[in-house]
């Protein structure tokens, strides 16, 4: 333990810093985890305030200004609808928050008590939850997800008009639960397997062992003594896989299978903006810039910030 000499030339002890504050400091010294989390509070804050921060609604058409450069009026373009592009794109953080915020909640949800479970427990528990993982490793991540949403997409919205519910299945509101759910079943394996793995490390240690010798209820030593010191890695896998879920939200839109227009959404941008007016008007190569570049630098941004949590709460690093 390193000492300090007070002005009164006592030597006294110095005063360790906590794990939060080692934490911070080590992300405020990384300077790409920096710029990763002004890019996500950037995001967030666009999703929170959108309505205030876009100059337009965002399905507002003007025909009259359709297919306008950018200029002080209208800072990204309008579209061939006349809607203006800047006020698309920040309603369209909106929807990635919202998409990223509520498949993140699934993957939890699923995969961290069935990983937890599969662990502890062991036996049947473990076989069934890992061969439920295993069977969703056994296809292409991505190619599953485009599977499950163009399946279950025309069924939930036959079943809305079926059940009288057309105003629903017309508002849009059903697109995202489409992608939510499809991002979310595949999701979770992965992080039900990472989880798996921390468990079975961490239970075998001595506090945890006591603990099951007095008598703690398992719950109890799952959720107080295990769980807790199991989810670093979890916490930097989960932060890097944000940028995966927005830019899968971004393929489904784009493809057609995900938020469908009017709703805002970088993917449902890009495709109308690559597949209709850029061909016909290729001076206009602006319009798939710029939704592109954002979304590129969110994708980096969450992976910036994932690695900066990875060496900030690497326990062998030494400040």
């Not at 989390?37 to 876009?54: D, H, K, S």
């Not at 062991?122 to 076989?127: H, I």
């Not at 008598?215 to 896998?237: D, F, Y």
Request: charged share 15%; aromatic share 10%; with cysteine.
């Amino acid at each position: 333990m390193t000492q300090t000499r007070s002005p009164a030339g006592i030597d006294l002890p110095h005063r360790a810093r906590s794990p939060q504050r080692r934490v911070v400091g080590r992300l405020l010294r990384n300077p790409p985890a920096l710029i990763g989390l002004g890019v996500v509070a950037a995001m967030i804050l666009c999703a929170i305030f959108a309505p205030q921060l876009a100059p337009y609604a965002y399905d507002a058409q003007d025909l009259s200004i359709a297919r306008q450069a950018p200029s002080p009026a209208h800072w990204f373009g309008t579209d061939d609808l006349g809607r203006d592009m800047l006020s698309r794109i920040i309603w369209g953080a909106r929807s990635a928050v919202f998409v990223i915020v509520m498949v993140m909640i699934v993957n939890l949800g699923l995969g961290v008590p069935l990983g937890a479970a599969a662990g502890y427990f062991g036996g049947w528990v473990e076989t069934v939850v890992m061969r439920a993982a295993d069977i969703l490793f056994a296809f292409p991540g991505l190619l599953f997800v485009f599977f499950i949403a163009a399946t279950i997409k025309p069924a939930i919205l036959t079943w809305a008009r079926e059940a009288g519910w057309r105003d629903l299945a017309n508002s849009g509101y059903l697109d995202y639960a489409v992608v939510i759910i499809a991002l979310g079943v595949i999701g979770w394996a992965g992080l039900a397997r990472m989880v798996r793995a921390q468990v079975l490390a961490v239970k075998e240690r001595e506090y945890v062992i006591g603990a099951q010798a007095i008598g703690v209820p398992t719950w109890k030593i799952i959720a107080r003594h295990i769980l807790p010191n199991a989810l670093a890695p979890v916490i930097v896998a989960l932060s890097m896989g944000l940028g995966d879920i927005a830019l899968s939200e971004g393929y489904l839109s784009f493809l057609g299978i995900g938020l469908q227009p009017p709703a805002p959404s970088w993917g449902n941008i890009l495709s109308d903006n690559a597949g209709r007016y850029w061909r016909m008007f290729p001076q206009m190569i602006w319009m798939v810039w710029i939704p592109g570049l954002i979304l590129a630098a969110v994708v980096f941004a969450f992976n910036f910030l994932g690695d900066g949590l990875n060496e900030a709460l690497n326990p062998e690093l030494v400040d």
